[in-house]
């Protein structure tokens, strides 16, 4: 990020006493004061906007759980950025459920995405998917990825905010993560 848009981004946080500040000029060290309330904030706006669109798919032969390290393997034998994502990432940060249906991924779009789709023989479906994927155009949208296993997972702040997108018992998910993982 720019200087410009950090000095905007940190004055937009001092407007809601977020960070704390010591010293002055160069030298002025900020602290984020209350990481609840900027989470909460975030988790405010996130839930105000549109839900991702997911290309749903269906992998034959594969339990969602160990769905994670097959795609894992393909994208990176095909050298494509992903993240998984919402309760198959949650699931590995701290345990919640007793199965997964389903496996989503944030995926950079590149042309190899879909020879590495091709690699796992997914089917495109209206319903029934155990496998979905979220396009991102950025790499920015990765960033803070964490290798966990076999497998990057997005960023815990990332998928506890795409759960509280999600159904079903994705928000109760969250919470979960956020206590158990975030912590604040």
Known sequence: MSPATASEILSELEKFDWIAIRGQG?????????PRALLDAWAAQVAGSRPAILRRYFLPGTKAEALVDRAAQAFEARGVSYAIS?????????????????????????????????????RVVNEGANFAII???SPGDL??????????????????????????????????????????
């Open 143 to 184: 960033l803070f990825r964490e290798r966990v296993g076999n497998a990057w997972l997005a960023s815990p702040i990332h998928v506890y905010l795409d759960l509280l997108k999600g159904e079903g018992r994705a928000k109760e998910m969250a919470e979960h993560l956020r206590n158990e993982r975030i912590g604040c």
């Open 26 to 34: 160069p030298n002025k060290e900020r602290h984020l004061r209350d």
């Open 86 to 122: 919402n309760e198959a990432a949650a699931q590995r940060y701290a345990p919640f459920l007793s199965s997964l249906g389903q496996v989503r991924c944030r995926v950079l779009v590149t042309p190899e995405v879909n020879d590495v789709l091709a690699d796992l023989g997914a």
């Open 135 to 137: 396009d991102v155009k």
